[in-house]
Nanobody
């Protein structure tokens, strides 16, 4: 079983930046995709960004151009660089990992058929 631990959350003013990290341990063998999801109070969990084992990335329209997802395979670490933060970015951010297949790709949605492992989250608060 894979274990994911997020860090880097905090409070920042609008327009500021934060860098989130997610360290994976345990079952980290082979190829797997990783992603960032977030959930604001009263809202459902939504996909933010995904990166596959080959480096391919996908972003939610709301963060494209502002956020950058990356991974360091040697360190089993996932990152999310967040720039030009807005109050609407305030949410609990979760790291996820999965082993997608041709029939079940790693999508920017909460699909437990592909996103098997989740971290406990790190809070991001953006003030105006």
């Amino acid at each position: 079983q894979m274990r994911l631990v997020e860090s880097g959350g905090g409070s920042v003013q609008a327009g500021g930046s934060l860098r989130l990290s997610c360290v994976a341990s345990g079952y980290t063998y082979g190829s797997y995709s990783m992603g960032w999801f977030r959930q604001a109070p009263g809202k459902g969990r939504e996909g933010v960004a995904v990166i596959d084992s080959d480096g391919s990335t996908r972003y939610a329209a709301s963060v494209k151009g502002r956020f950058t997802i990356s991974r360091d395979s040697a360190k089993n670490t996932l990152y999310l660089q967040m720039n030009s933060l807005k109050p609407e970015d305030t949410a609990m951010y979760y790291c996820a990992a999965g082993r997608p297949t041709t029939d079940r790709p790693a999508v920017l949605e909460v699909d437990y058929g592909v996103w098997h492992w989740w971290g406990q989250g790190t809070q991001v608060t953006v003030s105006s």
